[in-house]
């Protein structure tokens, strides 16, 4: 079974609509992050969590917002999807040490908002 | 805003050749850099990580670090056809609180 867990896999979804995005982990890392990724621009932060009740925001956490429900689970929600939040999004997590260390991504979920 | 540059692509090298990538970052205090690999349509994969100045070795990989040029590369020795995928650079914010990731290097190598 993956470490970590996305879902869904595919989603089309309409302008305006609230729609939320799963991720969980079997690593047992106490750090999660979501990324999306647009053709060209690499992986841009949206928000991460060092824990349960530590939630930052990332470089373009507009539009959307997370809710950390226990250690193995962060979800991504937009309260009113619209058409440039169409992208390919990535849950990871990393382990808690000094230093950064590895993230680990999920299969990804990719959005389509018309 | 911290920056990480990437040396624009496509990268087009044939079969067996040495595959170089370069990456610079703009972040003095970061400490940590990774190397990941993405095939189309699927999630990053880490290739490499290194945190000291100098060579590190796995394979026919080889990460480079130079903090004082606030440089990064990736070399792959003996290029295969399998290699070819977009590669990602990554460097810690220096509180190791995130990653920045550079917008990628498409490799192709040609068989």
């Known amino acids: 079974d993956a470490d970590v867990t996305q879902t869904p896999r595919n989603r089309i979804t309409k302008t305006g609509k609230r729609i939320m995005l799963e991720c969980s982990q079997t690593k047992g890392h106490d750090r999660m992050y979501w990324y999306r990724q647009d053709p060209g621009l690499g992986l841009r932060l949206i928000y991460y969590s060092f824990d349960v009740k530590d939630i930052n925001k990332g470089e373009i956490s507009d539009g959307y917002s997370v809710s950390r429900q226990a250690q193995a689970k962060f979800s991504l929600s937009l309260e009113s999807a619209i058409p440039n939040q169409t992208a390919l999004y990535f849950c990871?997590?990393?382990?808690?040490?000094?230093?950064?260390?590895?993230?680990?991504f999920g299969p990804g979920t990719r959005l389509l908002v018309l | 805003q911290k920056e990480v540059e990437q040396n624009s692509g496509p990268l087009s090298v044939p079969e067996g050749a040495i595959a170089s990538l370069n990456c610079t970052y703009s972040?003095?205090?970061?400490?940590?850099f990774f190397w990941y690999r993405q095939y189309s349509g699927k999630s990053p994969e880490l290739i490499m990580s290194?945190?000291?100045?100098g060579d590190k070795e796995d394979g026919r990989f080889t990460a480079q670090l130079n903090k004082a040029s606030q440089y990064v590369s990736l070399l792959i020795r003996d290029s295969q056809p399998s290699d070819s995928a977009t590669y990602l650079c990554?460097?810690?914010?220096?509180?190791?609180?995130?990653?920045?990731f550079g917008s990628g290097t498409q490799l192709t190598v040609l068989p």
């Open positions: 990554a460097v810690d914010s220096g509180s190791a609180r995130q990653l920045t």
């Open positions: 290194i945190y000291s100045n």
């Open positions: 972040d003095r205090g970061s400490q940590s």
């Open positions: 990871a997590t990393s382990g808690s040490g000094e230093a950064q260390e590895t993230q680990y």
